[in-house]
Nanobody, 128 residues
């Protein structure tokens, strides 16, 4: 089993920045990639960003391109989400997710069903 623990959420004013972290523990030898999703009040859980564990390929939702940056530290089994120029519409619970190395291989990094483990989430609130 894998445990994912997010941290770094909080309250910030519009235009501000936050950095989220997600640490994986347990059976971490088989990580293929990790991603961030978010759920705003009354909405579905939407894709934010993803990164492959080798090759360091990154993927972003159009709504966050140029503002958010996903990065990772393989040695620490940790993924980060640097969020700049935050907007009130970024307010949501942010979840990290892990995809293990398995078949069939990933087709769409922005699909929730591609991921195998999920964290409990961390609240991000952006005030106007």
């Amino acid at each position: 089993q894998v445990q994912l623990v997010e941290s770094g959420g909080g309250l910030v004013q519009a235009g501000g920045s936050l950095r989220l972290s997600c640490a994986a523990s347990g059976r971490t030898f088989n990580i293929f990639g990790m991603g961030w999703f978010r759920r705003a009040p009354g909405k579905d859980r939407d894709f934010v960003a993803a990164v492959t564990w080798s090759g360091n390929y990154t993927y972003y939702a159009d709504s966050v391109k140029g503002r958010f940056t996903i990065s990772k530290d393989n040695a620490k089994n940790t993924v980060y989400l640097q969020m700049n120029s935050l907007k009130p519409e970024d307010t949501a619970v942010y979840y990290c997710a892990e995809r293990v190395n398995r078949t069939p291989y990933v087709r769409y990094w922005d699909h929730r069903l591609e991921y195998d483990y999920w964290g409990q989430g961390t609240q991000v609130t952006v005030s106007s």
